[in-house]
T-cell receptor, first 110, second 118 residues
Framework: LAKTTQPISMDSYEGQEVNITCSHNNIATNDYITWYQQFPSQGPRFIIQGYKTKVTNEVASLFIPADRKSSTLSLPRVSLSDTAVYYCLVGDNAGNMLTFGGGTRLMVKP | EAGVTQFPSHSVIEKGQTVTLRCDPISGHDNLYWYRRVMGKEIKFLLHFVKESKQDESGMPNNRFLAERTGGTYSTLKVQPAELEDSGVYFC????????????????FGSGTRLTVV
């Protein structure tokens, strides 16, 4: 399974756009890139998944360059409630297990 | 739609005792997963059920852990006998059987069971 590297922590302010980048240099051809969000005392929550180029949903956007060795989760206009840990995961999409790394702890300040 | 439900939310037991954790997945989800995070460590995969069958149990730490999913609905994870190093948060997740659904919705996790072995 491909290993991912993310910043340990990031700070932002309300209303700003936050971009969290994840590197996954040994991503395989069949691998998808998935991001999860986790609040204290809760399980991880699915945010977005993509394979290449750009994916957007009502919560976030995911940018994936052509070489797919990195990806960037973009959160538009964050609020205090977006303070959480964000995990980048890489794996195939066949219902197989996820491998969590250390995640990025995002702190949104007023 | 109800989410993934785990019971109990907290459990404190003594070393050597037995504890059984329960997970109720989202109705209709064929895939059920168990994960755990021990203190200060990353979330680690334990095992994966497809309906009632164990698809992958490579993450189970040892034979003190037994997972079952009779009838392909809810699942239990039994720890017997519990050791101090088993303390942590145990998460259950479920996902639909289809690839397209998994791509759109990912895995749905429960809130976890916090197990403390003293």
């Amino acid at each position: 399974l491909a290993k991912t590297t993310q910043p340990i922590s990031m700070d932002s302010y309300e209303g700003q756009e936050v971009n969290i980048t994840c590197s996954h240099n040994n991503i395989a051809t069949n691998d998808y890139i998935t991001w999860y969000q986790q609040f204290p005392s809760q399980g991880p929550r699915f945010i977005i998944q993509g394979y290449k180029t750009k994916v957007t949903n009502e919560v976030a956007s995911l940018f994936i360059p052509a070489d797919r060795k990195s990806s960037t989760l973009s959160l538009p206009r964050v609020s205090l409630s977006d303070t959480a840990v964000y995990y980048c995961l890489v794996g195939d999409n066949a219902g197989n297990m996820l491998t969590f790394g250390g995640g990025t702890r995002l702190m949104v300040k007023p | 739609e109800a989410g993934v439900t785990q019971f109990p939310s907290h459990s404190v037991i003594e070393k050597g005792q037995t504890v059984t954790l329960r997970c109720d997945p989202i109705s209709g989800h064929d895939n059920l997963y168990w994960y755990r995070r021990v203190m200060g460590k990353e979330i680690k995969f334990l095992l994966h059920f497809v309906k009632e069958s164990k698809q992958d149990e490579s993450g189970m730490p040892n034979n003190r852990f037994l997972a079952e999913r009779t009838g392909g609905t809810y699942s239990t994870l039994k720890v017997q006998p519990a050791e101090l190093e088993d303390s942590g948060v145990y998460f259950c997740a479920s996902s639909p059987g289809g690839i397209r659904e998994a791509r759109t919705y990912g895995y749905t996790f429960g809130s976890g069971t916090r197990l403390t072995v003293v």
